[in-house]
C-alpha cells in the first residue's frame, strides 16, 4: 500500500492512507486483515520465545505445549477486559448483550473488541498452567516470552490500520493518518480530509525499539533472569501506551479523569517495578536450569543408547538341542498299562 504525497513539500511524505480493505471473502469465509495479523504476531512470538527457550537448554519446542492453554485463555481475557471496560457497548436498554446469533452480542469477538491488558491477564494464567504441566520454570518462560510479545503487539497494530480504528487527536503533521468522513468513529464537526494522530504506527515503532532493547539487555546483562526482563518489558510497554492512549479519542470509560487504559499502563508500571525489585531482592544469582526442582528434559530419556555396547542385544535364535549319549538311561519312562488305566 502506497502512502500518499501532497503538494506541501516536494517529496515529502503528508499523509498515511487508510487501506481502502480490511477483509477478503473466500466463498462464504470472510477473513479478516486484523486477525491474520494477530495470528502472524503469535507465530513470530511462538518461534523466538522457542528459540530462546531452546538455548536456555529447555526441550525443543515445549513453547507449543504452553501455548496451548496461553493462546486461549489470552484471546478470553482480552475479550473480557474490553467488555468489561466498554460496558456501554454491550449492556443496557436496546443492546443485545447476550445472543451469538445477532451483532453487538459479548460473544462476538469476530465483531473486534479485544484488550491487551486482558490478554496479559488471562496469557499469565495459561502460562503458569502450562508452566507447572510442563515443568519450565514460570519466570524462565516469562523472560523467553517479552522479546516476541511485544513484537507480536507491534505486528497486531496493524489490524487497527486495516480497521480504520483507535487513531489519534487531529493532527496537522506530515504523517497524519487519512481516514474516511464516513467513518462511524470520525468526530462530528470536523471538515472532511482532517488528518489524525496514527497511533498505531506510534505503537509499532516504540514496540518494536522495545524488541531491540530487551534483545540487547538479555545478551548484555545475563543478570536479567528470574522474571526481571519480563518486568522491564512490562514498564516498557505500558510506559508508551500512557502516552498513545492520551492522544486516542475512541470511547472508553473515563475513571477519575483518565481512560481505563491509562490507568491499566499505570498498573503495568507499578506491577513491572515490583517485579524488578522483589525478584532481585530474592534472586541474587543465575537461574540454576530453566527446569522446576525435579523436573527435566523429556527427549532426553528417550535417547537410544549407543549400539556399540553389544550388552544392549538380546539373542532371539533357537537355543541349540542338547545332545544324547548312546546308552544313557532315559529320563522319563512310558507309563505302563497300569498306570494307563488309572
Given at each position: 500500500?502506497?502512502?500518499?504525497?501532497?503538494?506541501?513539500?516536494?517529496?515529502?511524505?503528508?499523509?498515511?492512507?487508510?487501506?481502502?480493505?480490511?477483509?477478503?471473502?473466500?466463498?462464504?469465509?470472510?477473513?479478516?486483515?486484523?486477525?491474520?495479523?494477530?495470528?502472524?504476531?503469535?507465530?513470530?512470538?511462538?518461534?523466538?520465545?522457542?528459540?530462546?527457550?531452546?538455548?536456555?537448554?529447555?526441550?525443543?519446542?515445549?513453547?507449543?505445549?504452553?501455548?496451548?492453554?496461553?493462546?486461549?485463555?489470552?484471546?478470553?481475557?482480552?475479550?473480557?477486559?474490553?467488555?468489561?471496560?466498554?460496558?456501554?457497548?454491550?449492556?443496557?436498554?436496546?443492546?443485545?448483550?447476550?445472543?451469538?446469533?445477532?451483532?453487538?452480542?459479548?460473544?462476538?469477538?469476530?465483531?473486534?473488541?479485544?484488550?491487551?491488558?486482558?490478554?496479559?491477564?488471562?496469557?499469565?494464567?495459561?502460562?503458569?498452567?502450562?508452566?507447572?504441566?510442563?515443568?519450565?520454570?514460570?519466570?524462565?518462560?516469562?523472560?523467553?516470552?517479552?522479546?516476541?510479545l511485544l513484537l507480536a503487539q507491534?505486528?497486531?497494530?496493524?489490524?487497527?490500520?486495516?480497521?480504520?480504528?483507535?487513531?489519534?487527536?487531529?493532527?496537522?503533521?506530515?504523517?497524519?493518518?487519512?481516514?474516511?468522513?464516513?467513518?462511524?468513529?470520525?468526530?462530528?464537526?470536523?471538515?472532511?480530509g482532517t488528518l489524525f494522530h496514527?497511533?498505531?504506527?506510534?505503537?509499532?515503532?516504540?514496540?518494536?525499539?522495545?524488541?531491540?532493547?530487551?534483545?540487547?539487555?538479555?545478551?548484555?546483562?545475563?543478570?536479567?533472569?528470574?522474571?526481571?526482563?519480563?518486568?522491564?518489558?512490562l514498564i516498557w510497554y505500558s510506559?508508551?501506551?500512557?502516552?498513545?492512549?492520551?492522544?486516542?479519542?475512541?470511547?472508553?470509560?473515563?475513571?477519575?479523569?483518565?481512560?481505563?487504559?491509562?490507568?491499566?499502563?499505570?498498573?503495568?508500571?507499578?506491577?513491572?517495578?515490583?517485579?524488578?525489585?522483589?525478584?532481585?531482592?530474592?534472586?541474587?544469582?543465575?537461574?540454576?536450569?530453566?527446569?522446576?526442582?525435579?523436573?527435566?528434559?523429556?527427549?532426553?530419556?528417550?535417547?537410544?543408547?549407543?549400539?556399540?555396547?553389544?550388552?544392549?542385544?538380546?539373542?532371539?535364535?533357537?537355543?541349540?538341542?542338547?545332545?544324547?549319549?548312546?546308552?544313557?538311561?532315559?529320563?522319563?519312562?512310558?507309563?505302563?498299562?497300569?498306570?494307563?488305566?488309572?
Open positions: 500500500m502506497s502512502l500518499a504525497l501532497h503538494s506541501t513539500f516536494s517529496g515529502v511524505l503528508a499523509s498515511i492512507p487508510s487501506p481502502p480493505v480490511s477483509y477478503i471473502d473466500l466463498g462464504p469465509l470472510r477473513i479478516h486483515f486484523y486477525a491474520l495479523c494477530i495470528i502472524a504476531g503469535i507465530i513470530a512470538a511462538v518461534l523466538l520465545t522457542n528459540h530462546r527457550l531452546t538455548r536456555r537448554g529447555a526441550e525443543p519446542w515445549v513453547v507449543i505445549d504452553i501455548s496451548i492453554l496461553a493462546v486461549p485463555l489470552a484471546i478470553i481475557g482480552a475479550r473480557i477486559f474490553h467488555v468489561l471496560t466498554h460496558p456501554n457497548f454491550y449492556f443496557g436498554e436496546g443492546k443485545n448483550t447476550w445472543n451469538p446469533f445477532e451483532p453487538g452480542s459479548v460473544w462476538a469477538i469476530w465483531e473486534g473488541g479485544i484488550a491487551i491488558f486482558g490478554a496479559l491477564i488471562g496469557g499469565a494464567v495459561g502460562a503458569y498452567l502450562g508452566c507447572r504441566w510442563t515443568g519450565i520454570r514460570f519466570w524462565t518462560f516469562a523472560d523467553a516470552l517479552a522479546p516476541g507491534a505486528m497486531g497494530r496493524f489490524g487497527n490500520w486495516f480497521n480504520h480504528e483507535l487513531f489519534g487527536l487531529p493532527t496537522d503533521l506530515p504523517w497524519g493518518l487519512e481516514i474516511e468522513s464516513d467513518n462511524s468513529a470520525f468526530p462530528p464537526g470536523l471538515p472532511e496514527p497511533t498505531f504506527l506510534y505503537e509499532v515503532i516504540w514496540n518494536v525499539l522495545g524488541v531491540i532493547v530487551l534483545l540487547w539487555l538479555s545478551r548484555k546483562a545475563t543478570a536479567l533472569q528470574w522474571g526481571k526482563l519480563f518486568a522491564i518489558y510506559a508508551g501506551r500512557v502516552v498513545w492512549e492520551s492522544i486516542r479519542i475512541d470511547p472508553s470509560e473515563i475513571i477519575l479523569g483518565l481512560r481505563s487504559n491509562v490507568w491499566a499502563s499505570i498498573i503495568g508500571i507499578i506491577v513491572g517495578l515490583a517485579i524488578l525489585v522483589v525478584q532481585s531482592r530474592r534472586h541474587l544469582g543465575l537461574e540454576p536450569s530453566p527446569y522446576q526442582p525435579g523436573r527435566g528434559r523429556n527427549d532426553l530419556a528417550a535417547d537410544v543408547e549407543s549400539q556399540d555396547n553389544t550388552s544392549d542385544f538380546v539373542d532371539l535364535s533357537e537355543p541349540p538341542s542338547e545332545e544324547v549319549t548312546a546308552g544313557a538311561s532315559a529320563t522319563s519312562t512310558a507309563p505302563t498299562d497300569t498306570e494307563s488305566s488309572r
